[in-house]
């Protein structure tokens, strides 16, 4: 199972960006998705998160600005940042909760898994 995150790039502030990440791989199920971001020298934190129903929630930073997606179809989560700040600038990570096909009748436990990261740099 992989995730591909895409849609980074350098905008300028007020700027948007829509980043996407696809999973694929033997997938069985896809439960909870997210964007996490990091920051230089910060901890990783919660961007947005979206269940497979569809429940979205959202850093207080964040709130209003962006909007979390997903194509359950397509294995597929977004997020569409707007207004960007200079402090969104990060890495953001894609993430999500998977069960993987093992056989044709069996699958594995929910494990997170995540994408290799795409940086997102604001302008001031």
């Known amino acids: 199972v992989q995730l591909q995150a895409s849609g980074g790039g350098l905008v300028q502030a007020g700027g948007s960006l829509r980043l996407s990440c696809a999973a694929s791989?033997?997938?069985?199920?896809?439960?909870?998705m997210g964007w996490y971001r990091q920051a230089p020298g910060k901890e990783r934190e919660l961007v947005a998160g979206i269940t497979r129903g569809g429940i979205t929630n959202y850093a207080d930073s964040v709130k209003g600005r962006f909007a979390i997606a997903r194509d359950n179809a397509k294995n597929t989560v977004y997020l569409q940042m707007n207004s960007l700040k200079p402090e969104d600038t990060a890495v953001y990570y894609c993430?999500?909760?998977?069960?993987?096909?093992?056989?044709?009748?069996?699958?594995?436990?929910?494990?997170?898994?995540w994408g290799q990261g795409t940086e997102v740099t604001v302008s001031s």
């Open positions: 993430a999500a909760d998977i069960r993987r096909q093992i056989t044709t009748v069996a699958a594995g436990r929910s494990r997170k898994y």
């Open positions: 791989g033997s997938i069985f199920s896809i439960n909870d």
